[in-house]
């Protein structure tokens, strides 16, 4: 059974139809990952997994739940948490305020502070500005940061949008492997990420979304060698 299930679908902005009858699934372990233009519908999508924008039509299911009018803090403590596009840390608190924010669902005061030193031991540059306001960070500090907070929830699915964003082609890679590491640890992964190519290489399936519509799907090893996929998206 699928961890995360999508079935057919719609959102719309007012008039404006962002996703039509769309559908997808993560398995438990997966790191999946949702490629396509800008404007194609790919953050609305993740929004919609972690309940911040309704549904005009269709379901969500959450390891057999659903959690399709779920709030958004009910979806956060049944397991999804969400690293948005542009990081957003909270400018004027410490890295350590933002991580106690991530944990905001939770009341294990002890297993909260260990879960800070696990943190702080995959993201070590965080401990060493853990006093430090995370507006004053570099964009690649930032992404480690709410990547961490996110995690903070203990989920089973961590919802990624565009984590390499703005970044250095160096911090690009850091950062990836810090996804690779977070996976093996047992976190399911549905990613949406502007560097296809990366994303591709470092994901199980994907899944191709053109205006609000999923295209095409499969194997990211398999659709590397696609046509349709390397001319519209790789380059080449």
């Known amino acids: 059974m699928a961890l995360l299930e999508l079935e057919n679908l719609s959102i719309n902005y007012g008039a404006i139809q962002a996703v039509r009858n769309l559908s997808l699934e993560v398995n438990e372990g997966e790191v999946v990952t949702l490629i396509g233009a800008n404007g194609a519908g790919k953050t609305t999508t993740l929004r919609a997994v972690s309940r911040l924008l309704k549904l005009r039509e269709g379901a969500i299911r959450f390891d057999g739940v659903d959690i399709t009018n779920r709030p958004s803090h009910a979806v956060v403590r049944l397991g999804i ?3 948005p596009e542009g990081r957003q840390v909270l ?34 540059r965080l401990e060493e500005r853990k006093t430090q306001l995370a507006g004053t960070l570099s964009g690649g500090e930032q992404q480690m940061l709410a990547i961490a907070r996110a995690m903070m929830s203990r989920p089973r699915l961590l919802l990624l949008d565009e984590p390499s964003l703005g970044l250095a082609p160096l911090i690009i890679l850091e950062i990836f492997s810090i996804i690779r590491n977070l996976n093996a640890e047992g976190v399911s992964i549905l990613l949406v990420e502007q560097n296809a190519k990366l994303a591709m290489q470092n994901s ?33």
Do not use: C, W
């Open 81 to 83: 948490a969400q690293s």
């Open 91 to 124: 400018a004027r608190q410490s890295i350590q305020d933002n991580l106690l924010l991530g944990a905001y669902v939770r009341n294990d005061r002890q297993a909260i502070r260990d879960d800070i030193s696990r943190m702080y031991k995959l993201f070590p």
């Open 204 to 236: 199980n399936r994907t899944y191709v979304l053109e205006a609000g519509q999923i295209t095409f799907s499969g194997q990211s090893q398999e659709l590397l060698s696609d046509e349709r996929v390397l001319h519209a998206y790789l380059g080449a």
